[in-house]
């Protein structure tokens, strides 16, 4: 999957003196003398918080937002951490600059698509949705796997706008409330749990594009066709995580058909 976006800050340089000292002449050949293979500190003043969240998303994209920590931070950079609390208090205040960074990259690549009707519209909205998820980990791993973000409510208006965009689209269409704001759900459900079961995929090292009934043995096979005869005539159809595009967009098609029925002749 793709790096973080490009809008991310460029990774600062800390400045730090890279001569080492040399090892005293009494020193055991080969032995490593502890005052020249001690880390060293950061210079006074490098820290800021800019530092800490560029630091902290190359963490993310290396690793996963999940295995962030505050002492695997402080490593990185070269301090101690306490310091890292003089400019954010706990993990989940450094979280949360990071999600308010997200968003603003997520919105920034979602398109806006003008003048469609409603249908082609969400369409090309939830296909542009998914393959922003699939292409930048951070992104996915801040508003799909963490599932506790929530998208509604005080500490993330950053979302507000669009979703009162998007639910207006459905509404000018003739959507009565109710159903404009159960399809807008039913969509992006529909999409954030396709991109899920893609993610969990990879991050279990496992291929997200693997047939289900891939590889079996003839024994299998011959039991799956005699035991099983729907699956056996459906098999080459199956996909571990539905995770292609004409498997999401056959679903995604099923969706806004059931929708038509519900707007007035």
């Known amino acids: 999957m793709g790096c973080f976006p490009s809008v991310l800050p460029e990774p600062i340089e800390l400045g730090q003196d890279n001569m080492q000292e040399s090892a005293p002449m009494s020193a055991i050949p080969h032995e490593p003398d502890p005052a020249s293979t001690r880390k060293k ?29 505050m002492p695997k931070l402080a490593k990185r950079l070269g301090v101690g951490v ?46 542009d949705m998914r393959r922003i998820f699939l292409t930048h980990d951070v992104i996915c791993d801040f508003l799909i796997m963490r599932t506790h973000v929530s ?5 993330s208006s950053f979302f507000m706008d669009r979703l009162n965009k998007e639910v207006g689209i459905l509404l000018a269409a003739g959507f009565e409330p109710e159903i404009a704001a159960r399809a807008y759900q039913a969509m ?9 079961k893609v993610r969990m995929a990879e991050l279990g090292g496992s291929d997200p594009n693997r047939k289900m009934f891939a590889g079996l043995d003839e024994q299998t096979q011959q039991a799956i066709e005699i035991n099983y005869s729907a699956l056996g005539a459906t098999q080459d159809y199956w996909n ?19 929708l038509r029925m519900y707007l007035p002749d």
């Open 151 to 155: 998208m509604i409510g005080s500490d």
């Open 188 to 196: 992006s459900v529909y999409t954030s749990g396709t991109v899920q």
């Open 240 to 258: 571990s995580t539905y995770s292609t595009w004409n498997d999401f967009n056959f679903g995604l098609n099923t969706i806004l058909d059931g």
């Open 41 to 69: 500190r950061n210079p006074r003043g490098s820290l800021n918080a800019e530092v800490i969240l560029a630091e902290a998303f190359r963490f993310s994209k290396e690793e996963t937002v999940e295995a962030l920590s």
């Open 82 to 127: 306490t310091s890292l609390y003089w400019y954010f208090h706990t993990k989940e205040e450094l979280l949360q600059a990071m999600l308010s960074q997200v968003a603003d990259d997520y919105l920034s690549l979602l398109p806006d698509h003008e003048g469609l009707a409603w249908d082609e519209h969400f369409r090309r909205y939830f296909n």
